[in-house]
């Protein structure tokens, strides 16, 4: 499991792949915990809680990108298990690691190219050898919908302080979304809704799309566009957890519907 491990983390040696790694793991995807699950206390290095976990089991997260990022994770997972340590990395899965994989593995899988095949290897490896090598430690720290708290709510759209920075916020954060949106998506959405948009972050690309759709008239294309997005997504949750026993999409499914219900009616009301 090394090159799952490393997948998101070491460069591959020839041009191509570098090119690829980058455009997936540089731009396409942030693959960090925090970024996914949303909790201030998880972005960066500063996750404590990963933090005390590793330390308390002699990993050396030092040489990863930071506590939370994917392969440092998966290294800990993988140093847990050659240490016939099964009830530890099932526990983690749960508690961590298989709260947002799926989230993650939807737009790598979409993505395409030779990363692609990765998203059903790590999904393999974790939902049906780690999760189902600890069953109970699995489950019983695999509930998560205490996230889902009154801060995360999709936004108001009848009050008078929902603005269009709440909720470009609301969907480029997936623990609330239900979807990690890459910059990729939202160029694509404009160049088929024919609505200009410049270089950028996401939360830049974003408002910037939805602002040009308002002023060019285009919000009902942009908004049915996100549409198919949210749905092409939703399919391969569904497609996901049928295959994946242990892997329980309906939190991401949940959420998702709820955000395509809000840009609906903002489609809608565009019209």
């Given at each position: 499991m090394i090159a799952l491990a490393d997948v998101a983390q070491s460069a591959p040696l020839d041009d191509v792949a570098a090119a690829e790694h980058y455009a997936v793991f540089g731009q396409l995807l942030l693959p960090f915990?925090?970024?996914f699950v949303g909790e201030p206390a998880l972005v960066g290095a500063t996750a404590s809680d990963l933090v005390a976990r590793y330390e308390a089991d002699g990993f050396d997260y030092r040489g990863y990108d930071s506590a939370d990022h994917l392969s440092a994770e998966l290294g800990y997972v993988q140093f847990l298990s050659a240490k016939g340590r099964k009830e530890r990395a099932g526990e983690f899965v749960g508690a961590h690691l298989g709260r947002w994989l799926v989230a993650l593995c939807v737009p790598l899988a979409r993505h395409g190219?030779?990363?692609?095949?990765?998203?059903?290897?790590?999904m393999r490896w974790i939902y049906?050898?780690?999760?189902?090598?600890a069953p109970r430690a699995y489950e019983t720290a695999a509930a998560w919908s205490a996230l889902d708290s009154a801060g995360r709510a999709a936004p108001d759209l009848d009050a008078r302080e929902t603005d269009l920075r709440?909720?470009?916020?609301?969907l480029l954060t997936p623990s609330r979304?239900?979807?990690?949106?890459?910059a990729a998506d939202l160029r694509h959405i404009a160049r088929r809704a024919g609505v200009p948009v410049g270089m950028g972050a996401r939360a830049q690309l974003l408002r910037q799309l939805l602002e040009q759709a308002a002023s060019f008239e285009r919000a009902p294309a942009v908004f049915a566009d996100l549409d198919v997005l949210f749905g092409e997504v939703d399919a391969a949750?569904?497609?996901?957890?049928a295959r994946f026993t242990r892997c329980d999409a309906n939190d991401w499914r949940?959420?998702?519907?709820r955000t395509r219900a809000l840009c609906a009616r903002i489609g809608e009301e565009a019209r």
């Open positions: 915990e925090g970024i190219g030779r990363f692609a095949p990765r998203a059903d290897e790590l049906d050898d780690v999760a189902a090598g709440a909720i470009v916020d609301y979304s239900g979807l990690f949106v890459s949750y569904a497609d996901y957890a949940a959420r998702l519907a």
